[in-house]
């Protein structure tokens, strides 16, 4: 349940700041996709690996339930635009690198967590 009400947080800022960018007005000052995506993934990447430092039950999991929510949005949005449409192709590139994020930095969370445990203490 934390998971998804954090991955909905996500999907907010994918919504506001990744999508909602690129339609601004000309006059302002947008940051390049590239560098939102870029962050995006980031956030994806190291909220999922907190969730798994926490909680040390899972490895890659909790990035599958932290990216379920947005994976749904988009997926359900690709399907309405038509599966082979130009931005179709880009959400589901867009779905896919958030999945491969959050799954490997859950990944690497649970790793590290599982070593400080292991580790005796100083």
Do not use: H, K
């Not at 999922?48 to 039950?57: K, M």
């Not at 867009?94 to 005796?120: E, T, Y």
């Amino acid at each position: 349940m934390l998971a998804v009400v954090v991955g909905i947080v996500l999907l907010v800022i994918v919504f506001a700041w990744v999508l909602v960018d690129s339609y601004q007005s000309v006059d302002l000052p947008s940051t390049p996709l590239a560098v939102r995506i870029a962050v995006l993934l980031a956030l994806y990447a190291a909220a999922a690996g907190l969730l798994a430092f926490v909680v040390r039950d899972a490895t890659w999991e909790w990035g599958l339930r932290v990216s379920l929510p947005t994976l749904v949005v988009l997926g359900i949005d690709a399907l309405l635009n038509g599966l082979t449409s130009r931005e179709a192709l880009q959400v589901e590139e867009l779905m896919a690198g958030l999945l491969a994020a959050a799954c490997v930095g859950s990944w690497f969370g649970s790793r590290i967590a599982r070593r400080r445990a292991v580790a005796p203490p100083s």
